[in-house]
């Protein structure tokens, strides 16, 4: 059984279609990585997995059970973690604060002291800055506390977008190292990235977005490969 299935899913905003009958999938302990352009459609597709916008036809699945008619808090209870691009921390409050909030499911609220123990062992920085306002954190800071609040709802599915967005490259390879630690726990995960080489790396399989379709699916290892991908996002002829 797949964990999460998209089938022929249309969506978008108001009378503006944005994705078209998409199809793509996520088993469990896959890391799988959404790449294209800007305005390809592949925030949308985030947006319809974790609820925050309603698809118009198609179907969502989420180990067989249908997910397109739940809220979003139903589906952030069952497991689906979604890191928005900009990585929405609260700046006003705490580090630990923040981390708080990312376990208020009947189902985390008793492991909180437990997860947040893990996510300070997993980014030591967080609980050196644990008493201090998220805005002071730098953005590859910030970008950790995104990710260990999502990690504070013990996730069955991290969902990821763009997060090297704004970070420097020395930043970006520290959170593309801790990715990939999440994946020998056996972490499934599903980025959105620009930077097509940094996805390919640590994720199984690939999809290629462009203009609300899917257009290829492959393994990363093929996509890395293929001449018109080569030359669409990495400038190489």
Same mark, same amino acid.
Request: aromatic fraction near 6%.
């Given at each position: ?7 022929? $899913? ?24 959404? $790449?294209? +352009?800007n ?36 589906r952030?209870?069952?497991g ?13 409050? +705490? ?17 909180? @002291?437990?997860?947040?123990?893990? $996510?300070? @062992? ?8 644990? +008493? ?33 967005l ?13 990715? +990939? ?11 959105? @990235? ?44």
């Open positions: 059984m797949r964990m999460l299935e998209l089938t022929q $899913v249309c969506a978008g905003y108001g009378d503006l279609r944005v994705l078209f009958d998409i199809n793509m999938h996520i088993d469990k302990g896959e890391v799988v990585a959404l $790449v294209g +352009s305005g390809a459609g592949k925030t949308t597709v985030l947006r319809s997995i974790s609820g925050e916008i309603k698809i118009k036809s198609g179907g969502i699945t989420w180990f067989g059970k249908d997910l397109a008619a739940m809220p979003a808090y139903a952030a209870e069952m689906i973690a979604h890191i928005p691009q900009g990585r929405g921390v609260l700046g006003s409050l +705490s580090v630990t604060d923040n981390l708080i909030l990312g376990s208020y499911t009947k189902r985390t609220k008793p492991k909180r @002291e437990e997860l947040m123990k893990t $996510v300070f @062992e997993i980014f030591p920085i967080l609980w050196k800055r644990r +008493s201090l306002p998220a805005e002071t954190l730098s953005g590859g800071q910030q970008q950790m506390l995104a990710i260990g609040r999502a990690m504070m709802m013990e996730p069955e599915l991290l969902i990821l977008d763009e997060p090297s704004g970070l420097a490259p020395i930043v970006v390879d520290e959170v593309f190292r801790i990715l +990939s630690g999440l994946k020998e726990q056996g972490k499934s995960i599903f980025i959105i @990235e620009q930077n097509l080489v940094k996805a390919l790396q640590i994720a199984d399989r690939g999809y290629v977005l462009e203009t609300g379709q899917v257009i290829l699916a492959d393994k990363s290892e093929a996509l890395v490969n293929n001449a018109e991908v080569r030359k669409a996002y990495l400038g190489v002829v």
